[in-house]
C-alpha cells in the first residue's frame, strides 16, 4: 500500500500462495479485493489489510484470476480467469452469482470493467472485447480487433469503451451503435493499460517503452458532443474548460498500470 506521496506501508499483505494479478478498490474504499495465480480472491479491509472471515478467500475454479473489478454498486466482484471464463460474486458472502460465462477463446482474460450503470460487463480476451448482460451472462456483443486485445476501459461520462492491444493500436468505440470513433490510435510498442480521468476528458495509455501518454478526448474523438467535455455547475449550467495538449512522462523504470 502506498500514498500518494510515494511512500509505501511498513505493512505487506500475504495470503496467496501464488502471485497477485489483480486488485480493485470496493467505491466505498473501504475494501480491497485481490485475485491470484492461484486461483482465489482475498477481500480485506483497506485501512489494515485483514481478510474478512466471513467472506473467506473465494475459490473461483478459474484456474487463476487475471483480472478484477467491483460493480458500481459495490454488491458484485467480477472475475476474469486463465480458463477462458468470466464469474461474478457477491461481494458481501463470496457466493457465485454469475457464470462461469464461457464465450470466450482465449487462455487468460485480461481485463473486466462495469457499465456506469452496473447492467453489463465488458471484457478483453483473444482478438475481441465482449460485452455481456451482467445478471444472465448472456452475450450481448463482441466487438473484433485486427490483434490481441490486452485491456478495456469506459468513459465515465459518455458512451465509450477503449480497446488497447498488444500490438500497439487502441481503437475507441461507441457502445450504443457499436461503431468505431476515430481512427486507430498507434504506437510502436503495445499499450498494456489505460484509464480515464474522472471527468472524462482525458486518456491516459501506459505501454512497454516505460512511458505514460496522456491524451485528450475531445482531439482524438471530435464527433462527440461539446457537452461531454463541459463541467456541470449548479442550475444545470454548463462550464467550458480549457483543454491542454497531451504529454508523455517517462517512467524510469519498469512496467506500469493504471486504474
Same mark, same amino acid.
Given at each position: 500500500m502506498w500514498n500518494t506521496d510515494g511512500e509505501m506501508s511498513e505493512d505487506i499483505w500475504t495470503g496467496h500462495s501464488s502471485w497477485v494479478r489483480a486488485l480493485s478498490w470496493s467505491p466505498s474504499g473501504g475494501y480491497i479485493a485481490s485475485g491470484s495465480s492461484d486461483g482465489t480472491i482475498l477481500i480485506r479491509k483497506a485501512g489494515i489489510g485483514k481478510v474478512e472471515p466471513e467472506i473467506g478467500p473465494i475459490k473461483t475454479?478459474?484456474?487463476?484470476?487475471?483480472?478484477?473489478?467491483?460493480?458500481?454498486?459495490?454488491?458484485?466482484?467480477?472475475?476474469?480467469?486463465?480458463?477462458?471464463?468470466?464469474?461474478?460474486?457477491? &461481494?458481501?458472502? =463470496?457466493? #457465485? /452469482?454469475?457464470?462461469?460465462?464461457?464465450?470466450?477463446?482465449?487462455? $487468460? @482474460? *485480461?481485463?473486466?470493467?462495469?457499465?456506469?450503470?452496473?447492467?453489463?460487463?465488458?471484457?478483453?480476451?483473444?482478438?475481441?472485447?465482449?460485452?455481456?448482460? &451482467?445478471?444472465? =451472462?448472456? #452475450? /450481448?456483443?463482441?466487438?473484433?480487433?485486427?490483434?490481441?486485445?490486452? $485491456? @478495456? *476501459?469506459?468513459?465515465?461520462r459518455h458512451n465509450v469503451l477503449v480497446c488497447v492491444g498488444y500490438k500497439g493500436v487502441a481503437q475507441l468505440w461507441n457502445?450504443? &451503435?457499436?461503431?468505431?470513433?476515430? /481512427?486507430?490510435?498507434?504506437?510502436?510498442?503495445?499499450?498494456?493499460?489505460?484509464?480515464?480521468?474522472?471527468?472524462?476528458q482525458y486518456l491516459a495509455y501506459g505501454g512497454n517503452d516505460r512511458q505514460i501518454t496522456l491524451w485528450i478526448v475531445k482531439d482524438i474523438v471530435p464527433e462527440l458532443p461539446v457537452c461531454a467535455f463541459m463541467t456541470i455547475l449548479p442550475g444545470n449550467k454548463l462550464h467550458s474548460r480549457t483543454l491542454h495538449p497531451f504529454s508523455t512522462i517517462v517512467l524510469p523504470r519498469g512496467q506500469c498500470s493504471l486504474s
Open positions: 475454479q478459474q484456474g487463476g484470476v487475471d483480472s478484477l473489478a467491483y460493480s458500481h454498486s459495490g454488491d458484485r466482484i467480477a472475475s476474469g480467469g486463465y480458463n477462458e471464463t468470466i464469474c461474478i460474486w457477491n &461481494s458481501h458472502t =463470496g457466493e #457465485l /452469482l454469475v457464470g462461469s460465462i464461457k464465450d470466450l477463446e482465449a487462455i $487468460s @482474460v *485480461t481485463s473486466v470493467v462495469w457499465s456506469l450503470d452496473d447492467s453489463k460487463l465488458y471484457s478483453a480476451s483473444d482478438k475481441f472485447a465482449r460485452v455481456f448482460d &451482467s445478471t444472465s =451472462g448472456t #452475450l /450481448l456483443h463482441r466487438f473484433k480487433h485486427e490483434n490481441w486485445v490486452n $485491456s @478495456v *476501459t469506459l468513459s465515465p457502445t450504443e &451503435s457499436h461503431e468505431p470513433l476515430g /481512427l486507430p490510435l498507434s504506437q510502436e510498442n503495445g499499450f498494456s493499460c489505460l484509464s480515464f480521468s474522472p471527468n472524462g
